[in-house]
């Protein structure tokens, strides 16, 4: 894969680092009916800044991906408040948010009959073709663009969603398990576009298993443990033995919510 040329790339390149993300109080769950709430855990305070990898990480049905879409606003707490900045998320326009913050779903819609071009054109504010084809000649990839979705492996179609959300041109790309389904060679070529692009100024937040991965990454500047008790900052110098060390002491939830 070619490297990312950092006074080519991120079109926000060379401005001040991303304003921070942060939760103030936030209660992640999810309302039965309209009255009946079912948090996940009690309210969580976290704050992440800076350009990099910002991961979280945590047994499976901690929450995890109920966070992550809160954190990119789409999806309510049940209680507190996520800031971008001094602003909160929810008061902010679709249009306004879709500038500030791009999603990356652990699953790439390679359903949706779309060539490659066609996908990454769908980005804004980048609607030219130029913008496109150059993200994907950074990839090694000039030769997907008129191949469909449906026709790549998970790996390839998964870095095309990457690229798009790059493209939208966000300082924050949020991204849920992006590396969930795919071997582990995809895994890693993920991992190291996803450094790239931390590389050239952007501020990534994900939920991932992955964590052999992000233990060599240099771009990684935060990490957080997922509990049923809350969020908890770690020390993201550590060993790997220290992470999982972390996650075997987890508490498991005291309750069947049907959290991811």
């Not at 935060?222 to 900052?233: C, D, E, I, V």
């Amino acid at each position: 894969m070619a490297r990312l040329n950092r006074t080519e790339g991120h079109p926000r390149t060379g401005q001040t680092g991303p304003a921070a993300l942060s939760m103030n109080a936030v209660v992640p769950g999810y309302a039965e009916g309209r009255r009946v709430q079912k948090p996940l855990t009690p309210p969580i305070d976290a704050r992440w800044t800076g350009a990099g990898l910002h991961a979280i990480i945590g047994r499976n049905g901690q929450g995890k991906s109920t966070l992550i879409r809160i954190a990119a606003g789409l999806q309510a707490p049940l209680s507190g408040e996520v800031l971008l900045g001094e602003k909160p998320l929810r008061k902010l326009s679709a249009s306004v948010r879709a500038e500030q913050v791009a999603f990356v779903d652990s699953t790439p819609p390679r359903g949706s009959g779309l060539t490659v071009g066609e996908a990454l054109l769908l980005a804004r504010p980048h609607r030219n073709e130029g913008a496109a084809r150059e993200w994907l000649a950074r990839l090694g990839a000039e030769d997907w663009w008129g191949a469909r979705l449906a026709e790549l492996s998970d790996g390839q179609a998964q870095r095309v969603m990457v690229v798009r959300a790059a493209l939208q041109g966000t300082p924050w790309l949020v991204l849920d398990e992006p590396t969930a389904f795919l071997d582990i060679p995809a895994r890693e070529a993920l991992l190291r576009l996803l450094g790239e692009m931390a590389d050239l100024g952007l501020a990534l937040l994900l939920a991932t298993h992955d964590i052999h991965l992000l233990a060599e990454s240099p771009q990684l500047q935060s990490l957080h443990l997922m509990t049923p008790a809350g969020l908890h900052a770690l020390n993201c110098r550590a060993s790997v033995k220290d992470w999982e060390k972390s996650l075997r002491e987890a508490p498991l939830p005291q309750n069947n919510l049907p959290a991811r």
